[in-house]
């Protein structure tokens, strides 16, 4: 019998009161290395891993996360205390303090509070733990996303939208296996639109269900002094990370707030690549994946010059060019619902083709590769519902594959299997 289960009715709890850590340690890193080797993929289950964790691990890998290595794109200096001074979870810091980090020192904790994308925004507690923590580069200004790292509390947290604690080797990254973190969620109180996370990550007492419950207790403490906020200063509902809109035929938009600006398809182009290099691009590589013909770096410097002029110029930096802020997009969203396996949120989202008059060579590849990934996992899943959707939409409709795999999900006797293989003997013709 394994010795490593998670809690009874809670999946989200690591570690159970008076279970041994040790043996616990022992028999995830086991499957962790396992996994990692690609020996075992479909018989690792919920017996010895988290159905959660397991999850996180097969989403780390289809999004290429080195184990072996740690994360990148450190954000610093005046860019971050700017960033982080700009931010709506500026206003929770002070009750974080009080609840978290007051009595932290000397315990060996650091905690912990991220944007919505997973950068580290403070990281305060223990100087200690601080000190060991700067080896796996679990520090201000830092990128802890699943994207970046692989499994870890805030950046599970987030992908999820749930809190949830990280033992040990559940994390995908070697060098963070050292550690244990328990992390949740913050929504903004009027939209539920998610702000960032709050972060407890220090031994394996973290992992153990009352920290979750403290991490849970902090993050209501910090929503009310948000909603408190709110009703003193109606603003902060503007506070919210830009967003960037480029699904169906409607014109592109950047959505800060309440205000919504039309964007040239040149700019949309850009800000969407931006988002899928956050480490940045060469003039000369942007031109490539804007156009493959004789873009020089003379017209992509001024048309980044025009896009700081709707952007905002601190939102740009150059060499490389990239993204000095948060910006969101309905893309992404997607791409969340179907990490998470959500893939009727993920059909209800992907509410059109990706910037569909645009034949930039990069956009042409995310557009291709967005609309691959949902049919795969449309395929895989065979929700008749879900297929009915999609054979509907303009993503589907010549998409015989997916006409095939709704057809073999209904009643052969059924009136509709006629009505679908009629479609399916059309599409053949």
Known sequence: MSTFSAAPGNPWV???????????????????????AHRL?????????????????????RMGVDPDRGTEGLLSGIELEQYR???????????VRKLLVEDAADTGLLVAITDASGRMLWVEGDSAAKDRATAMNFVEGSDWSESRVGTNAPGTALAIDHSVQIFAAEHFSRPVQDWSCSAAPVHHPLTGQILGAIDITGGPGVAVPAVLSLVRATVAAAESELRLHLLESPHLALDLAPRLEVLGAGRATLVRGHARI????RHAEVLLLLITHPEGVSSDALAALLDEGDLDSVTIRAEMSRLRK???????????????????????????????GDIAAALRLYSGPLLPASYAPGVEDIREELRVRMQAELLRVGDP???????????????????????SSLDPSSALHAQVKARLDLLGR
Do not use: C
């Open 85 to 95: 001074n700009d931010h709506p979870m500026s206003i929770i810091r002070p009750v």
């Open 310 to 340: 709707v952007f905002g110029a601190e939102g740009l930096g150059s060499r490389p060019y990239r993204l000095m802020t948060e910006l969101r997009s309905d893309v992404g969203d997607v791409r969340s619902a179907l990490d998470r």
């Open 41 to 61: 993929n479909t018989d690792i289950g919920p017996s010895n891993v988290r159905s959660v964790v397991m999850d996180s691990w097969m989403r780390s890998r």
């Open 262 to 265: 039309h964007l040239s398809q």
């Open 385 to 407: 519902v879900l297929l009915a959707r999609w054979t509907s939409s303009v993503h589907g409709r010549e998409d015989a594959s997916a006409w095939t795999a709704y057809l």
């Open 14 to 36: 690591a570690v159970r009161p008076g279970e041994d850590t040790r043996a616990l340690a022992r028999s995830v890193s086991k499957a962790h290395e396992t996994f990692v």
